[in-house]
């Protein structure tokens, strides 16, 4: 079966910094899907960036971009410039072929001015 | 943009009682997700639903149900609440191939 798994349960950065969030999975597939979500405290789970197992390159959206690891099973997530609209929940997520999605236990970031 | 509706923000029901959780999803996703999350838990899957009518048992549906009449209404039931039911209740859309689910914005459920 596969798992997601989030080791870091907070984070806090200041503003303007760089603040990286690790994620690893684990899985006997070699085709599959990961995707970053944001909860923030209006509670509303946000797409982030989604990365596709079968491309090497790294996916970014703007300040966001991921550290695709695939033999290492990691997928980091890194966000550059960190703004206070950047405090959330952050969950991380697998998808194989059957469209559901498990999640991690999610690491909840503050952004500090 | 995709929009998922939950039904309530806020619920607070007794034990015992039968309780309707209800989403509806205005772009015509295939699929669709309950969820419940709890602090250090993440969320875990309760049951989904990949097209009317149709429902498949998630990781933890023990004590739920569910219903899918239409395409675009997905309900969550829970036919006897009890207080470990407790829980922020989540509903999710998604078109098939491996596409992103979109979220509601959640339904914090209390069962007294």
């Known amino acids: 079966a596969q798992t997601v798994t989030q080791s870091q349960p907070e984070m806090s950065v200041q503003e303007a910094e760089t603040v990286t969030l690790s994620c690893t999975y684990d899985?006997?597939?070699?085709?599959?899907?990961l995707f970053w979500y944001k909860q923030p405290p209006s509670r509303q789970m946000i797409l982030v960036i989604r990365?596709?197992?079968?491309?090497?390159q790294n996916a970014t959206e703007n300040r966001f971009s991921v550290n695709f690891q695939k033999a290492a099973k990691s997928f980091s997530l890194k966000i550059s410039d960190s703004q206070l609209g950047d405090t959330a929940m952050y969950f991380c997520?697998?998808?194989?072929?059957?469209?559901?999605?498990?999640f991690g236990t999610g690491t909840r970031l503050q952004v500090f001015p | 943009d995709v929009k998922v509706t939950q039904s309530s923000r806020y619920l607070v029901k007794r034990t015992g009682e039968k309780v309707f959780l209800e989403c509806v999803q205005d772009?015509?996703?295939?699929?669709m997700f309950w969820y419940r999350q709890d602090p250090g838990l993440g969320l875990r899957l309760i049951y989904f639903?990949?097209?009317?009518?149709?429902?498949e048992k998630g990781d933890i549906p023990e004590g739920y149900s569910v219903s899918r009449e239409k395409k675009e209404r997905f309900s969550l039931i829970l036919e006897s609440a009890s207080t470990n039911q407790t829980s922020m209740y989540l509903c999710?859309?998604?078109?098939?191939?491996?596409?992103?689910?979109?979220f509601g914005d959640g339904t914090r459920l209390s069962i007294l």
């Open positions: 999710a859309s998604g078109q098939t191939s491996n596409q992103p689910q979109h």
């Open positions: 899985t006997s597939e070699s085709n599959y899907y």
């Open positions: 990365q596709e197992a079968y491309k090497q």
């Open positions: 997520a697998f998808m194989h072929n059957t469209d559901k999605l498990i």
């Open positions: 772009m015509d996703h295939e699929n």
């Open positions: 639903s990949y097209d009317v009518k149709m429902k």
